[in-house]
């Protein structure tokens, strides 16, 4: 076979392992809805308990809400969503589901925390495995990371806006 006539087979498959193919339309999907709902909830029950810090929205518009709102999301959820779960989704165990969460869904998520706890507080970071468990749901039901990369986008919009953390 000539080599030429695989590069578009290999570059699919890439481009599936990654979560990187078009999805179906994620924003008419109620489970969807619900996942975004969480955040204002999350953030409304954070402004009661904790102490935030309201951003001007002169800083909301900065390199750093660029960062937390589009780079992070996008790099984290393409090396953990889509290169992590992928190759762990293409494994037998990896796919079996329990209430929609794989196990492949689970051990990313697990890795995602504990690469949060080198960079945050230990409670942060434990806080960030039901959000990974959301994302990798998303990304096993849609077999894309896209809707993964928009919730993460938003979650972490809303977090950097009352704490003004990157």
């Known amino acids: 076979m000539c080599p030429l006539n695989e590069a578009p087979t290999r570059l699919k498959q890439f481009v599936e392992l990654l979560g990187l193919q078009a999805c179906l339309p994620f924003h008419r999907d109620r489970l969807f809805y619900l996942a975004l709902a969480a955040g204002p909830i999350f953030w409304a029950a954070w402004w009661m308990v904790a102490p935030v810090n309201f951003l001007p929205w002169s800083r909301l518009w900065s390199l750093a809400f660029f960062s937390v709102t589009i780079w992070q999301p996008l790099?984290?959820?393409?090396?953990?969503?889509?290169?992590?779960?992928?190759?762990?989704?293409?494994?037998?165990?990896?796919?079996?589901a329990l209430l929609g969460l794989t196990p492949a869904n689970g051990l990313t998520s697990v890795l995602f925390m504990a690469a949060h706890w080198l960079t945050h507080p230990p409670l942060w970071a434990l806080a960030v495995l039901a959000p990974?468990?959301?994302?990798?749901?998303?990304?096993?039901?849609?077999?894309?990371?896209?809707?993964?990369?928009?919730?993460?986008?938003?979650?972490?919009?809303?977090?950097?806006?009352?704490?003004?953390?990157?």
């Open 75 to 96: 790099t984290e959820e393409l090396f953990f969503c889509g290169l992590i779960q992928g190759q762990l989704g293409r494994l037998a165990w990896g796919r079996r």
């Open 132 to 166: 990974s468990l959301v994302f990798g749901f998303m990304r096993d039901r849609f077999q894309s990371i896209y809707p993964s990369i928009v919730l993460h986008g938003f979650y972490n919009a809303g977090y950097f806006a009352l704490t003004g953390l990157p």
